[in-house]
């Protein structure tokens, strides 16, 4: 019994300073993993400024960043895109809403949806961890595993809608533009450059791009407002009472979708600040970094729908090409217009960085053995899989957008709901726990076990089947109300189940989890 905890001891040993070297010089450590043959090929690569550090956790010595302000307002850029005007207009096109209930159902859904990332990225500076591994205190490794898994499919969802959007556009750009798989895989390569040198250049990018596509965004309305907005176009094929609630409520979750997709990555750019950094100022950062882009330009979406002429109805088509329809607004400035659809086209870099960046870390969560892959390895490879998904599924852009916001909603309802009650009400300083082990962010020992997590999960994807309506299934409350409910009930069966599991959990194994 005794030699078997001292093996035990050892392995623990062993792991923490694995971990502890990898912290502080996580270049060092790659490059002496792959020996002398390909090592020294890596310390180049890493001396030239390519980021080294993956999933290794930041010590508060190491946190050379201290704006906060560039920091976090990355997501003005990030949302002032093309990519965003689709959310606006799946409103109309889809649920056949109109104007003025699109754009207070945006308002509402939405300012829950950034009220939810907002939180997640406040855990950055705190504990100099990327979101996924956060997960680890409440669902433990297992559970971080499947946190993941989604995680990984929800970069690749948004990923491949970003890169079909910008390659239509571009492909808009003359009847002899370039052709549509063309289009993606230049705007695939374009965002894979800055994700590939990693932290530094991503926040470089994203604190001036916003400025050229807001510039855009403004002239878009102005020339959408002298083809002709008709804020009452929808009117008569809205629905009424009960059915236009369940539309509301279906759309309501694809605009939770779009604000909350960003909270599975929030922290991901916030762990070289220090850890005193304000909560508050980061998460009003966020949150007004995130409301008002996503707003602005989703709403010009539901408006540029509006707008009745011949010719723009034509351009948007039956399919519904965003990128045909905005080529045709800015079509009355000639050359002009066209050089600003394909400035707005790589609007998809700044939307799609993310995704990618975020989406290697998250391979790397999955387990030593990834997280020993350096991480611009896994962006290569993220970077394939979009673009090939981009390149198949480039003729149903907006089924694939509708159907991936609704799901996408559901899971990071009650993931953000497990992490934000583990927080609160178990890692505050007062509570059973008293904060975060943070120096055993890799050890699954000193972790929670998971069960809870997992099991609240569970519950909470219980809700989301029961209450989801969606073309390839409705769940049988989905079906009475006549509504996509999953996301509200994934939330509610997760936040129920995970607070009595979590205290059930800490009394059986231990306040050390």
Not at 87 to 98: E, P, R
Not at 166 to 183: D, E, I, K, R
Not at 208 to 220: D, G, N
Not at 451 to 461: D, E, K, N, P, Q
Request: hydrophobic share 50%; proline share 4%.
């Amino acid at each position: 019994m005794s030699e078997s905890h001292y093996e035990d001891k050892e392995k623990a040993t062993t792991a923490d300073v694995y971990v502890a070297d990898a912290e502080r010089s996580p270049d060092q450590a790659i490059a002496t993993r792959f020996g002398s043959r390909f090592g020294p090929i890596l310390a180049r690569l890493f001396a030239s400024g390519v980021e080294a550090r993956g999933i290794e956790r930041v010590p508060e010595d190491r946190r050379e960043t201290k704006n906060a302000w560039n920091n976090v307002t990355q997501y003005r850029s990030v949302n002032t895109v093309l990519t965003t005007i689709p959310i606006g207009v799946l409103g109309q096109y889809v649920f056949a809403l109109t104007f003025s209930h699109v754009v207070a159902t945006i308002l509402c859904f939405g300012f829950l949806g950034a009220t939810a990332t907002a939180f997640v990225a406040t855990l950055g500076p705190k504990t100099g961890l990327r979101t996924m591994i956060i997960t680890r205190y409440s669902s433990g490794y297992v559970g971080c595993t499947l946190y993941s898994i989604l995680n990984i499919i929800t970069q690749l969802g948004f990923a491949t809608t970003a890169v079909i959007l910008g390659g239509q556009t571009l492909a808009s750009v003359s009847s002899h533009g370039v052709p549509l798989v063309v289009g993606i895989i230049i705007i695939g390569i374009c965002c894979l450059i800055p994700c590939f040198v990693g932290y530094n250049m991503v926040h470089i990018y994203e604190r001036y791009a916003w400025m050229v596509t807001f510039f855009i965004m403004c002239c878009l309305w102005g020339l959408g407002g002298k083809a002709g907005f008709d804020v009452n176009a929808q009117e008569s094929m809205e629905k009424t009472g009960r059915a236009l609630a369940g539309d509301v409520l279906s759309f309501g979750a694809i605009v939770f979708g779009s604000f909350s997709g960003w909270a599975p990555v929030a922290a991901d750019y916030n762990v070289r600040l220090p850890a005193d950094t304000s909560s508050l100022r980061v998460f009003t950062l966020t949150w007004f970094g995130l409301y008002i882009p996503i707003c602005f330009t989703s709403i010009l979406g539901a408006a540029l729908v509006t707008i009745t002429d011949p010719a723009y109805i034509a351009a948007f088509g039956p399919d519904g090409s965003t990128g045909g329809l905005i080529a045709q607004v800015l079509s009355p400035w000639g050359a002009g217009g066209r050089f600003l659809l394909v400035l707005l086209a790589f609007s998809c870099i700044a939307n799609n960085i993310p995704n990618t960046y975020s989406a290697a870390l998250s391979i790397q969560a999955l387990g030593r053995p990834l997280a020993a892959v350096p991480r611009f390895l896994w962006v290569v490879f993220i970077f394939l899989v979009y673009t090939i998904a981009g390149v198949a599924g480039r003729e149903h852009f907006s089924a694939i957008l509708s159907n991936f916001l609704s799901i996408l909603s559901y899971w990071t309802a009650f993931f953000i709901l497990i992490v934000a009650e583990e927080h609160f009400i178990f890692r505050r300083r007062n509570g059973r726990l008293g904060g975060y082990n943070l120096a055993d962010w890799d050890n699954p020992s000193k972790l929670a076990p998971g069960y809870a997590g997992i099991l609240a999960g569970c519950f909470g994807v219980v809700g989301a089947i029961v209450g989801m309506s969606q073309v390839w299934y409705t769940g049988p409350v989905g079906e009475k109300a006549g509504a996509d409910l999953g996301f509200e009930l994934a939330a509610a069966f997760a936040g129920v189940m995970y607070p009595p599991l979590r205290w059930l959990e800490i009394s059986v194994m231990g306040d050390e989890v």
